[in-house]
């Protein structure tokens, strides 16, 4: 069978839900029997049925408090300013791709609900003087917290600006103490079909993966974020830890990182794996370099009907734009 390996979040949102609904009738289809008869009842519950066969299957028994909800908020560092409005934090509660839980982009809202942050284990390996484990708690009274106010920009040409909370991946790595010869940092999401249904689709490398050079990770805005607007992270955001790389793309940065190696060698994403010829290793933002499918020259701003032309590095140029000036044969803007 001929399956058209493109991601349905990364097609113009008009033409997104013809893509992933014929996606997952051709899973629905492969399930078969196995899905109840009831799901096509009712008007309307086709489509629910449709998606179902991607729902936890652990329900979202009721979870403890969060141990650490009294680091937040943070001191805001004053040096990272936006030049527009914050997104409201129901805009972004509601509007996520975390496909381990689902395409839409109202699915990992209901779904994240079901993975378990406590306990959470980040395993720290590869070319470091001292492979580890720490807990998430015992990471965050090792690191001091502040918060940032970045951009975000999604490859699809929508955007927001929020209030992060977390710790500059700078003194990550120094904490880290990774071997001088180290040349990657790879940043994986957990694995679990039972707590993340899609995860069994084959249509995508899993688990999710993610790198950034060295020279990217302790670049001073690469950021590991383990809250935003002031609180903990939301499950649907990448709770307990995930990457904020404003100058690149979304899909670079990362959600719910369970294992941080530093390596050798430029690491395979799941991105890249997927569409090579859409999505590459540095994706940097660029108005200029379309994707072979639409044009990045603008974004939509999410939570309004602005449009505003996008900028170079995602408008974040001085801090980042040298890192590439020795790279000039690489596809830095995919
Ligand atoms: N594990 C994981 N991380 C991920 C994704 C994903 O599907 N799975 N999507 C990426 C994409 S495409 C974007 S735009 C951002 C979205 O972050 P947000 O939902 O918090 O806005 O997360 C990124 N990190
Ligand atoms: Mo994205």
């Known amino acids: 069978m001929l399956i058209r390996r493109i991601p349905s979040w990364a097609l113009p949102e008009s033409a997104a839900t013809p893509e992933h609904v014929a996606m997952n009738r051709r899973r629905f289809m492969a399930a078969g029997a196995g899905l109840a008869a009831g799901a096509f009842a009712a008007p309307g519950a086709a489509q629910a049925g449709l998606f179902d066969i991607f729902k936890s299957k652990t329900p979202a028994a009721p979870q403890p408090p969060d141990p650490s909800v009294g680091l937040y908020p943070a001191k805001r560092n004053d040096a990272y300013r936006l030049d527009r409005d914050m997104t409201p934090e129901s805009v972004n509660l509601g509007y996520n791709n975390f496909y381990e839980f689902g395409t839409g982009k109202g699915d990992p809202a209901e779904n994240a609900q079901a993975l378990r942050i406590r306990p959470w284990t980040l395993?720290?390996?590869g070319m470091v003087e001292t492979p580890r484990e720490v807990g998430i708690d015992d990471l965050l009274k090792a690191l001091p917290l502040e918060e940032r106010l970045y951009r975000h920009r999604c490859v699809e040409a929508w955007s927001m600006a929020l209030p992060w909370t977390g710790m500059p991946m700078k003194d990550f790595v120094a904490w880290a103490k990774p071997l001088g010869s180290a040349r990657y940092v790879v940043m994986k999401t957990f694995l679990d079909t039972e707590?993340?249904?899609?995860?069994?689709?084959?249509?995508?490398?899993?688990?999710?993966?993610e790198g950034l050079t060295i020279e990217e990770a302790t670049n001073e805005l690469?950021?590991?974020?383990?809250?935003a607007y002031g609180k903990p992270l939301a499950r649907q955001m990448g709770a307990p830890i995930r990457l904020a790389a404003p100058w690149k793309y979304g899909f670079k940065s990362v959600k719910s990182i369970v294992s941080i190696d530093f390596v050798e060698k430029r690491p395979r994403t799941l991105w890249e794996a997927a569409g090579p010829r859409e999505y590459g290793f540095w994706a940097n933002v660029n108005p200029e370099v379309s994707h072979p499918r639409w044009s990045q020259a603008q974004e939509r701003i999410l939570g309004t009907n602005d449009r505003r032309p996008t900028l170079l590095y995602n408008g974040y140029a001085e801090q980042v734009a040298g890192l590439y000036s020795g790279l000039k044969g690489e596809k830095l803007f995919m």
């Open 123 to 125: 395993k720290i390996g």
């Open 222 to 227: 690469a950021f590991l974020a383990t809250g």
């Open 195 to 209: 707590v993340a249904p899609y995860q069994a689709s084959p249509l995508y490398e899993w688990p999710y993966t």
